[in-house]
């Protein structure tokens, strides 16, 4: 299957996206990651990517499809792809459809995980990590069994992500509302499109994800 994970930053794709990889064996195609990937081992795509990026510009379109081109090309027949952060706009959407199609592959499924904008912000700006080996924590949801402890390593070194804040959050929904809000009516009308709720405790968000996948 090739599926579509939409859904604002902190919305759960990474974790969904992670979840289908172990467990039906798809292959997660994140955009950013992939840019990163080329430049790194230097493809054709990689190189022009590079230059824009140089200079300081957007990559536009038709380079973004090359790369996403490039990667499907060494995916084996039977392996699934997840687009993750891709596509943003419909003229994306257009492009990944005959990208899919010029490789005997079509789109299945596009699962938008829906949040509450509050407690999105609530979520995101209470998490923390241990400073030492990563484990997540939150002011609300999880916190160390023994305050200020890590619960893995004992360290006592906590860090918080700078953008982690309530102006930059709500800043993101706005960008991802007006950006994405264009293709979604176009995978409507095709049938393809379910919406999952992405507030939901993370196995149940699973649960519908696979539900969606599998037809029922």
Not at 13 to 35: E, F, H
Not at 106 to 135: F, H, M, N, P, Q
Not at 136 to 164: I, L, M, N, W
């Amino acid at each position: 299957m090739n599926i579509i994970l939409l859904g604002p930053p902190g919305a759960g794709k990474g974790t969904q996206a992670a979840k289908l990889v172990a467990d039906r064996g798809m292959v997660q195609l994140s955009t950013g990651d992939m840019l990163r990937a080329a430049v790194k081992a230097g493809t054709p795509t990689g190189l022009k990517a590079k230059a824009i990026m140089d200079a300081g510009e957007l990559v536009p379109d038709e380079v973004v499809s090359g790369i996403i081109g490039e990667r499907l090309d060494q995916m084996s027949p039977g392996e699934g792809a997840i687009f993750d952060g891709y596509p943003r706009t419909a003229a994306q959407a257009e492009a990944l459809d005959q990208l899919l199609a010029d490789r005997g592959r079509k789109l299945d499924r596009v699962i938008e995980l829906t949040v509450d904008e509050d407690a999105l912000v609530e979520r995101i700006t209470g998490r923390y990590t241990c400073a030492k080996c990563g484990e997540g924590y939150h002011d609300k949801f999880k916190q160390p069994k023994a305050a200020g402890v890590c619960d893995v390593c004992g360290s006592t070194e906590f860090k918080r992500r700078p953008d982690d804040n309530e102006e930059t959050v709500r800043t993101r929904m706005a960008e991802y509302r007006g950006k994405t809000a264009p293709i979604i009516p176009i995978y409507e009308a095709r049938g393809i499109l379910t919406r999952v709720d992405g507030m939901a405790d993370i196995d149940q968000v699973s649960a519908a994800v696979a539900a969606a996948l599998d037809g029922e």
